[in-house]
């Protein structure tokens, strides 16, 4: 069965410090694993995804994961966190049966201090 | 491309009634569309897969008569919560996914949610 784990339901930084939100995943096969943010009383917004391309993705407002088999992570990252980044933030990994479901990690929450 | 809507974006019912959630995918046809359920500070949790034309699969633990999902064309699909308690109170997140100009695509798009609060 695949799963995804997020290790901190919540994590606190300063303006312009940077960004790590932690996710581990379970699979059999090579995953198809998603971030996605959202804001508050609002839908998701898709941050970016890895399909067993290139193992550093690139993601919208600045926002990177990396890919790592050997220990089964897929951690976002930003350089420099802005106030506009406080949400909630979900690690996904997509089964790969024929449903194409999403599983979603419990979330973080990411909060931005001035 | 690849926009879904949600109407009403809340909706306060009381409790007994029923009320309908509509989902919408305005630029590409939808052959598949899910159904999430989000309490407050907690992650979604899938309620059901429709397919167009066919009846939707619930996840395990979700009340099929108490959540009908219609899916009859390809670009709209409801979600009635009848006889609303207020524990029906929650986020409801829809997606879709299907055809991109022309080409089957397999990534979720998600509306915006509906936040149902039931008194």
């Known amino acids: 069965a695949q799963s995804v784990t997020q290790l901190d339901s919540h994590v606190s930084v300063s303006e312009g410090t940077p960004v790590l939100l932690r996710c581990n995943y379970s699979s059999s096969y090579s995953p198809s694993l998603f971030w996605y943010v959202q804001h508050p009383n609002k839908g998701l917004q898709l941050l970016l995804k890895?399909?067993?391309?290139?193992?550093l993705v690139k993601g919208i407002n600045g926002f990177e994961a990396e890919f790592k088999k050997s220990e089964t992570s897929f951690h976002l990252t930003k350089p420099s966190a802005h106030m506009s980044d406080a949400a909630e933030y979900f690690c996904?990994?997509?089964?790969?049966?024929?449903?194409?479901?999403?599983?979603f990690g419990s979330g973080t929450r990411l909060l931005v201090r001035p | 491309g690849a926009v879904v809507s949600q109407h009403p974006s809340w909706v306060i019912c009381k409790s007994g009634t029923s009320v309908k959630i509509e989902c919408r995918s305005l630029?590409?046809?939808?052959?598949?569309m899910f159904w999430y359920r989000q309490f407050p500070k907690q992650s979604l949790m899938l309620m059901a897969t429709?397919?167009?034309?066919?009846?939707?699969?619930?996840e395990q633990g979700v009340e099929k008569d108490k959540f009908l999902i219609n899916h009859a064309s390809l670009t709209l699909s409801t979600l009635t919560v009848t006889s609303a308690h207020p524990e029906d109170s929650s986020f409801y997140i829809c997606?879709?996914?299907?055809?991109?100009?022309?080409?089957?695509?397999?990534?979720?798009?998600f509306g915006p949610g509906t936040r149902l609060t039931v008194t």
């Open positions: 997606s879709a996914r299907g055809a991109l100009a022309g080409v089957l695509n397999y990534e979720q798009y």
């Open positions: 890895y399909t067993s391309a290139a193992t």
């Open positions: 630029d590409f046809q939808a052959t598949t």
């Open positions: 429709s397919n167009e034309g066919s009846k939707a699969t619930y």
């Open positions: 996904v990994v997509r089964r790969m049966d024929s449903s194409y479901k999403l599983i």
